[in-house]
């Protein structure tokens, strides 16, 4: 670990900034330099992890390829790296007080008053510094969650200013604030984020990097101002205008010399700067689409967005790649009715119906994959939106009428979804789902192996309940086959209906694997049969 470098991203004046999006070009840039990089995010809620909150609460639960729940600004570092993050990559003020606390209780402290200062922050330096523990990476950038200033991310300001002093020539701060513009007076404001590095100041650090988050141009002179009361040379006060989309951010970023000025600071090689080739296709191929479809996604947070973001991301991904704009239709299944459900979907050329847990707007569900179905729109469903369509299946195909899982209705005389045997003595919430990569052995000539152009895969999981075996014969015989089975449980992973143009249904989350440079096969699948199927219908 001796040779990792560690930069610091904070925020200040408003939170929501991007300071995800920051952290992650930060790490592109300078991985496209050739240096090794990685990103973890410090987040100052009690919870020991996201998995318990509510999408409304925190937006989108992120799984790691090693069973983490953790804040979705880690699925930005992965989509941005095309590197896989693991437990190690986020980091709660919940899990630091349950180490310490279990510490106690073991008595490692020796009898000692357990304190936040040395003993929390000691607790926080060495999370920070587990990602890297072997010197594995050139840089570690950690991500603070919320705002300065902010009670509950003292704690951790705190160990980073510690970090400095004890890793000399090896930490740098990188703050990210607001700059307002007034149109009453036509100005932009530097106030705000003059008050904003006090704040830091005061707690003992002085940023190395100010990045001004902007809607319009910063002029010379601001940014000399800014230098100048902040303590920052002029060089490092960096322009971040508001993007069209977050992946040109590592390109403004680029502009601005971010990643120069960070290597400079650490007197590193710099070295030419890179053409990020396949990046700039991308985003060319993603701006200027040869066609539109409008695919609906069909779930019960649609207020939120941010609840759904992999699953939008990866449509991006793969619309690009296809030289595509997939327009999505956030859906609410709790207002689809038998009346309206031609109307709602009948402009859309594919039907997603996203993972999810609880029976609220379950039956608008089910609505919209009877929807699919019967009228041949390429259907994808997700976790809950394959038990879903399991669910509609047996009940309007194979006649169970009464047919639901188990989650929905205990008493549901046909349970063709069930709890999983090991779920069933559960009783904590948090961290006890069947998470993380497993494996599947595909079905020769499926539609799963002809996407996946292979074998077995690996793919990451996040539930609880599971088609039911005791039902399978009948659904195969019926025309429902399972073209993916877990080889060491039987667990039905992947569900097709041959004879229909596109319908896939996955126990999984794919959409936790795509990033800019590999787009998930499965969503690249599907958005082809919508373009096919959208050229048809015309």
Same mark, same amino acid.
């Given at each position: 670990?001796?040779?990792?470098?560690?930069?610091?991203?904070?925020?200040?004046?408003?939170?929501?900034?991007?300071?995800?999006? %920051?952290?992650?070009?930060?790490?592109?840039?300078?991985?496209?330099?050739?240096?090794?990089?990685? %990103?973890?995010?410090?987040?100052?809620?009690?919870?020991?992890?996201?998995?318990?909150?509510?999408?409304?609460? &925190?937006?989108?639960?992120?799984?790691?390829?090693?069973?983490?729940?953790?804040?979705?600004?880690?699925?930005?570092?992965?989509?941005?790296?095309? +590197?896989?993050?693991?437990?190690?990559?986020?980091?709660?003020? /919940?899990?630091?007080?349950?180490?310490?606390?279990?510490?106690?209780?073991?008595?490692?402290?020796?009898?000692?008053?357990?304190?936040?200062?040395?003993?929390?922050?000691?607790?926080?330096?060495?999370?920070?510094?587990?990602?890297?523990?072997?010197?594995?990476?050139?840089?570690?950038? +950690?991500?603070?969650?919320?705002?300065?200033?902010?009670?509950?991310?003292?704690?951790?300001?705190?160990?980073?200013?510690?970090?400095?002093?004890?890793?000399?020539?090896?930490?740098?701060?990188? &703050?990210?604030?607001? !700059?307002?513009?007034?149109?009453?007076?036509?100005?932009?404001? +530097?106030?705000?984020?003059?008050?904003?590095?006090?704040?830091?100041?005061?707690?003992?650090?002085?940023? *190395?990097?100010?990045?001004?988050?902007?809607?319009?141009?910063?002029?010379?002179?601001?940014?000399?101002?800014?230098?100048?009361?902040?303590?920052?040379?002029? *060089?490092?006060?960096?322009?971040?205008? *508001?993007?069209?989309?977050?992946?040109?951010?590592?390109?403004?970023?680029?502009?601005?010399?971010?990643?120069?000025?960070?290597?400079?600071?650490?007197?590193?090689?710099?070295?030419?700067?890179?053409?990020?080739?396949?990046?700039?296709?991308?985003?060319?191929?993603?701006?200027?689409?040869?066609?539109?479809?409008?695919?609906?996604?069909?779930?019960?947070? !649609?207020?939120?967005?941010?609840?759904?973001?992999?699953?939008?991301?990866?449509?991006?991904?793969?619309?690009?790649?296809?030289?595509?704009?997939?327009?999505?239709?956030?859906?609410?299944?709790?207002?689809?009715?038998?009346?309206?459900?031609?109307?709602?979907?009948?402009?859309?050329? /594919?039907?997603?119906?996203?993972?999810?847990?609880? &029976?609220?707007?379950?039956?608008?569900?089910?609505?919209? %994959?009877?929807?699919?179905?019967?009228?041949?729109?390429?259907?994808?469903?997700?976790?809950?939106?394959?038990?879903?369509?399991?669910?509609?299946?047996?009940?309007?195909?194979?006649?169970?009428?009464?047919?639901?899982?188990?989650?929905?209705?205990?008493?549901?005389?046909?349970?063709?979804? *069930?709890?999983?045997?090991?779920?069933?003595?559960?009783?904590?919430?948090?961290?006890?789902?069947?998470?993380?990569?497993?494996?599947?052995?595909?079905?020769?000539?499926?539609?799963?192996?002809?996407?996946?152009?292979?074998?077995?895969?690996?793919?990451?999981?996040?539930?609880?309940?599971?088609?039911?075996? +005791?039902?399978?014969?009948?659904?195969?015989?019926?025309?429902?086959?399972?073209?993916?089975?877990?080889?060491?449980?039987?667990?039905?992973?992947?569900?097709?209906?041959?004879?229909?143009?596109?319908?896939?249904?996955?126990?999984?989350?794919?959409?936790?694997?795509?990033?800019?440079?590999?787009?998930?096969?499965?969503?690249?699948?599907?958005?082809?049969?919508?373009?096919?199927?959208?050229?048809?219908?015309?």
């Amino acid at each position: 670990m001796s040779k990792t470098k560690f930069i610091f991203v904070t925020g200040g004046v408003a939170s929501s900034l991007g300071k995800g999006i %920051i952290s992650a070009s930060i790490g592109k840039l300078l991985q496209s330099r050739g240096y090794k990089v990685t %990103i973890q995010k410090l987040d100052p809620y009690l919870n020991i992890d996201p998995g318990t909150l509510n999408p409304y609460e &925190h937006g989108e639960c992120y799984v790691t390829i090693d069973g983490a729940e953790t804040d979705l600004d880690l699925g930005h570092y992965e989509r941005f790296l095309n +590197t896989p993050t693991t437990q190690a990559n986020n980091v709660t003020t /919940g899990r630091i007080y349950k180490n310490v606390i279990e510490k106690e209780r073991r008595g490692d402290f020796l009898g000692k008053t357990v304190q936040i200062i040395p003993h929390i922050t000691d607790e926080i330096k060495r999370n920070i510094k587990l990602v890297s523990i072997k010197g594995e990476f050139d840089f570690v950038i +950690t991500e603070i969650g919320g705002t300065v200033g902010d009670i509950e991310s003292l704690p951790f300001i705190e160990a980073v200013r510690q970090m400095k002093w004890e890793h000399e020539g090896r930490c740098l701060f990188v &703050h990210l604030t607001f !700059v307002p513009f007034l149109a009453a007076s036509g100005e932009l404001k +530097t106030k705000p984020t003059q008050h904003s590095v006090k704040h830091l100041l005061e707690a003992g650090i002085q940023p *190395d990097v100010l990045v001004l988050r902007t809607e319009k141009p910063l002029s010379a002179d601001l940014k000399k101002k800014v230098g100048l009361f902040c303590n920052v040379d002029m *060089d490092s006060v960096v322009e971040a205008r *508001d993007m069209a989309t977050i992946y040109e951010v590592p390109l403004a970023m680029l502009e601005e010399k971010l990643d120069v000025t960070i290597l400079k600071k650490f007197k590193m090689k710099v070295g030419e700067q890179p053409a990020l080739i396949p990046w700039r296709t991308f985003i060319d191929k993603h701006k200027n689409p040869k066609q539109t479809i409008q695919i609906a996604l069909v779930g019960k947070y !649609v207020e939120l967005a941010d609840a759904y973001k992999s699953i939008i991301e990866s449509f991006v991904h793969a619309g690009a790649s296809l030289e595509c704009k997939v327009s999505i239709s956030l859906i609410h299944s709790e207002e689809l009715t038998d009346e309206n459900v031609s109307e709602k979907l009948g402009n859309c050329a /594919g039907i997603l119906v996203a993972p999810g847990f609880g &029976h609220r707007g379950i039956e608008g569900k089910f609505l919209a %994959i009877k929807y699919a179905r019967e009228q041949l729109v390429p259907f994808f469903g997700i976790c809950l939106g394959m038990q879903c369509a399991v669910i509609e299946f047996a009940r309007n195909v194979l006649g169970y009428k009464q047919a639901n899982s188990t989650e929905m209705s205990r008493t549901t005389p046909f349970p063709v979804i *069930d709890i999983m045997q090991e779920q069933k003595n559960v009783s904590d919430m948090g961290g006890t789902m069947r998470l993380g990569g497993y494996p599947c052995v595909l079905k020769k000539r499926s539609n799963a192996h002809k996407i996946y152009q292979a074998d077995s895969i690996i793919e990451r999981h996040r539930h609880r309940y599971e088609f039911n075996n +005791t039902y399978l014969s009948e659904f195969e015989q019926a025309g429902m086959i399972a073209t993916g089975i877990n080889p060491e449980t039987e667990l039905v992973e992947i569900v097709e209906i041959p004879t229909h143009p596109w319908f896939v249904g996955v126990q999984f989350h794919p959409e936790y694997r795509s990033t800019v440079v590999a787009p998930h096969p499965l969503f690249q699948s599907f958005v082809k049969a919508s373009i096919a199927f959208a050229k048809q219908r015309k």
